[in-house]
C-alpha cells in the first residue's frame, strides 16, 4: 500500500494536506524529522500513516491526557489498534496495558512522559516491538520552550536504549527552539520540515479597550458564527458568559474545573453550532477540531506568542475570513507582570512546599519513589493556611527541577473488583437482571478484575449493555452494596507521583540556575506579548511570523495596523481597494454604496479606510460621493 491508499482506507481522503506527504515520506525512509504543523494542520496523520506501514509499534509521547484518550478512541474507530498509559492508573493497569503492548499486535502506545521514567517502563523496553518514536508538543523538551517539562528529557535518554527513527511534532516553535528540540532528541541528521505561518483569511486586530465587556459584546453581536472568549481566571468565565447572555448572546462557558459530564456537554453544544459563544480557560479548544470558528478574543494578555499564536489560531480552518483579537489595557500590563511575582516564588518557598506536601501525606524521610497522590489542592492549602496560585508555581517548579510529576485534573476511570470467588458468583441472587448483565460483562471483559481493581470505561462499557452510564453507575452501586465488588466511582482530582525518596530538609536540589533561567525567558515572553499589544506600526501577521523565524513577511493587509494605514504598502493596498470599487461604479457612488462596501468583511476593509479615501477625494485621486 501507499500513503494515499493507507490515507484512503482508514480516513476516507483522498489527498494529503500540505507538507503531510513529506513528513510521511522522510519517517518512511527511516530519517528523524522535527514536524512544525500549525493547530489544525492534520498532525495526527503525519505520524499514523508511516505507523500502519511499518512493523510494530510507535511509542507516542504526549502531555495531554485528555487528547490521548480522544485519539485512542479515534483509531480504534477506525480499526486500528492502540493503548495508553496516563497519571491516575494503577500499577497493575499500567502492567497490563504494557503487556498488552508487548505481545497484543497494537500499533500505537500513548504514553506521557512521566512514565518513561519508571522501572516497569523499562522493564518492558527490550520486549516493546517500537518502530517509531512519536514525540506530540515536542517544544516541551526545550528549555527555552514556553511549556518545558523535564520529562521530556527522557525521551533523549530513551533513544539510547532503543534506536529507532524519531517523529517529533509542534505547532510552535522559534528558530531557538526547534535547533534545541533537534538536538535534545539526539537527531542523527537534522531536518525540520514546516509550513509557513501566514493566515491569509485571519484578520489579527488589537484593539487597546478600557470598556472591553462592551467591546467584547460588539464582536459577538456584529461577527456571525462561533466564537470562543480566553480569559485567564476560571471564576471570570462563568461571570462574564452570564453578561453576554443578560445582552442576548447564546454563550456558555468552560474550565478544567467542571465536571467531567458538564465539559463534555457544553463542547459538544459549542460544537454543534447550538451555543455559538464559549467563554473559557485555555483548558479549551484543544484537539477539537471545529473549522468554521469566526472569531476568538483574548480579554487578558496571554503570557507568550506562542500561547497567542495557537489559541488564536483555532479561528478560521475552514479559510473563511475570521478575527482573532487581543483587548488589553495598561491594568493588563501591571497585572502581568504582578503574574511574574507568584509565578517565581522564592526557593526557601519551595522547599517548604516540597516538605509539606510529604507531611500531607505522611510520607517518611528516604521512601516514597515512584508514589502517586491523589491531590487536592484547595484542601492543601486550607490545611496550612497558604494562598494557592504560589503554592501551584511552586508545584510547577518542582516539577520542572525532576522532583516529582504534577498532572492537574486528570479524568481517573471507575474501577472495580469482584470481591466474590468466581465459583461462589453463580450461587448469588441479585434483586436485578441488570446487576447479573453488568457482572457478566466485566467478567469477560476484564481477566484480571477477581484479583485487580480494574479500570472501567464508563462510555465504552454502557454502549456495551445499551444503558446510559448514569444507569451504570447505579446497578455497580447496587452490586457494591450487594458486596459483590468493590467500586470505586470515576474521579477527576490532580495527581502528583514522586520521582524520588522524601529528601530531608536542606539538601534539596532546586538548580537556583534554572530558576534564573525560567525566570529571565518567561519575563522575555511577557516582553514579547507586551510588544504585540503596543505595537502601533508593524502589520501584526508579520510580528507573529517573524516572531517564528520566518524571514520572508508581507503585510496582510487585514491587521488593524494594516486597516488603519499606518503601514506604507497595505494602505497601497487599501487605496486599490477603493479606486477598484469607485471605478466600477463608473465614478457615480452614493454614500450609502460606499458604506454598504466598507461594512462587507469580505472586501477586508475598515471604516478607517474613510480617511484613506477622504485624503483620496482631497487629492482630486477620485471622486467624491454623489448627495
Ligand atoms: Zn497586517
Not at 492549602?381 to 520542572?400: D, I, N, T
Request: charge should be negative.
Amino acid at each position: 500500500m501507499t500513503p494515499r491508499d493507507v490515507l484512503e482506507t482508514y480516513w476516507g481522503y483522498k489527498e494529503f494536506r500540505p507538507l503531510q506527504e513529506e513528513i510521511i515520506r522522510a519517517a518512511l525512509e527511516d530519517r528523524d524529522v522535527l514536524a512544525l504543523l500549525p493547530t489544525g494542520g492534520g498532525k495526527s496523520v503525519c505520524f499514523q500513516v508511516p505507523v500502519l506501514m511499518k512493523e510494530g509499534l510507535a511509542l507516542v509521547v504526549t502531555p495531554l491526557i485528555a487528547l490521548m484518550k480522544d485519539q485512542v478512541q479515534n483509531l480504534a474507530d477506525r480499526g486500528i489498534k492502540a493503548l495508553a498509559i496516563h497519571a491516575g492508573m494503577s500499577r497493575h493497569e499500567v502492567d497490563l496495558t504494557l503487556n498488552n503492548a508487548a505481545y497484543g499486535d497494537f500499533k500505537f502506545l500513548y504514553v506521557s512522559p512521566e512514565r518513561l521514567n519508571t522501572r516497569l517502563f523499562r522493564s518492558y523496553l527490550d520486549v516493546l516491538p517500537i518502530s517509531t518514536i512519536v514525540v506530540d508538543e515536542a517544544h516541551c523538551i526545550s528549555q527555552w520552550g514556553y511549556d518545558f517539562r523535564p520529562d521530556y528529557l527522557r525521551i533523549g535518554e530513551l533513544r539510547q536504549l532503543v534506536d529507532v527513527p524519531v517523529i517529533a511534532l509542534t505547532a510552535t516553535a522559534t528558530p531557538r527552539v526547534a535547533r534545541d528540540i533537534m538536538d535534545k532528541l539526539g537527531f542523527r541528521e537534522p531536518l525540520l520540515l514546516k509550513t509557513g505561518f501566514e493566515r491569509p483569511n485571519l484578520s489579527y486586530i488589537v484593539r487597546r479597550a478600557e470598556d472591553k465587556l462592551g467591546q467584547l459584546l460588539n464582536i459577538c453581536r456584529s461577527v456571525p458564527g462561533s466564537g470562543i472568549v480566553y480569559m485567564r481566571h476560571r471564576a471570570r468565565c462563568e461571570e462574564i458568559a452570564s453578561f453576554l447572555k443578560s445582552e442576548g448572546v447564546v454563550a456558555s462557558y468552560y474550565h478544567a474545573g467542571l465536571s467531567t459530564p458538564a465539559r463534555a456537554e457544553r463542547q459538544a453544544q459549542w460544537k454543534s453550532g447550538e451555543i455559538p459563544v464559549m467563554v473559557c480557560t485555555n483548558a479549551f479548544g484543544m484537539g477539537i477540531d471545529k473549522s468554521d470558528v469566526r472569531f476568538v478574543v483574548h480579554m487578558d494578555l496571554p503570557e507568550s506568542i506562542e500561547a497567542y499564536f495557537q489559541e488564536a489560531g483555532r479561528a478560521g480552518r475552514d479559510g473563511q475570513r475570521s478575527y482573532a483579537v487581543l483587548l488589553w489595557n495598561d491594568a493588563d500590563v501591571r497585572r502581568l507582570r504582578q503574574i511574574e511575582k507568584t509565578s517565581f516564588p522564592s526557593l526557601e518557598y519551595i522547599e517548604d512546599i516540597y516538605q509539606k506536601l510529604h507531611q500531607f501525606y505522611q510520607v517518611p524521610y528516604e521512601t516514597g519513589e515512584g508514589r502517586q497522590l491523589k491531590f487536592d489542592l484547595e484542601e492543601f492549602c486550607r490545611h496550612f493556611g497558604l494562598q494557592r496560585p504560589p503554592v501551584h508555581y511552586a508545584l510547577k517548579y518542582l516539577e520542572r527541577t525532576d522532583h516529582l510529576s504534577f498532572s492537574e485534573d486528570v479524568d481517573i476511570d471507575t474501577k472495580v473488583k469482584i470481591t466474590v470467588d468466581r465459583n461462589a458468583l453463580y450461587d448469588i441472587d441479585l434483586p436485578e437482571k441488570g446487576m447479573a448483565e453488568v457482572l457478566e460483562l466485566l467478567m469477560r471483559s476484564y481477566p484480571g478484575i477477581f484479583s485487580f481493581a480494574l479500570g472501567v470505561d464508563e462510555k465504552w462499557f454502557s454502549g456495551k449493555l445499551g444503558i446510559s452510564v448514569p444507569a451504570l453507575r447505579q446497578l455497580l452501586y447496587k452490586l457494591s452494596l450487594e458486596h459483590v465488588i468493590n467500586y470505586i466511582p470515576a474521579d477527576r482530582s490532580s495527581v502528583i507521583q514522586l520521582h524520588h525518596d522524601r529528601i530531608r530538609p536542606g539538601n534539596l536540589a532546586l538548580s537556583p540556575q534554572t530558576y534564573g533561567m525560567l525566570h529571565d525567558t518567561w519575563l522575555e515572553r511577557a516582553e514579547a506579548v507586551i510588544d504585540y499589544a503596543g505595537e502601533e506600526d508593524t502589520c501584526r501577521s508579520r510580528f507573529l511570523v517573524s516572531y517564528f523565524g520566518q524571514e520572508e513577511t508581507a503585510d496582510c493587509g487585514t491587521c488593524d495596523v494594516c486597516r488603519a494605514g499606518r503601514n506604507r504598502p497595505a494602505t497601497d493596498s487599501v487605496e486599490k481597494a477603493l479606486r477598484a470599487f469607485v471605478d466600477a461604479k463608473g465614478g457615480h457612488y452614493t454614500l450609502e454604496e460606499l458604506n454598504a462596501f466598507l461594512a462587507d468583511p469580505a472586501n477586508g476593509l475598515s471604516r478607517s479606510a474613510l480617511d484613506l479615501l477622504r485624503r483620496l477625494i482631497d487629492d482630486g485621486t477620485v471622486p467624491g460621493p454623489a448627495d
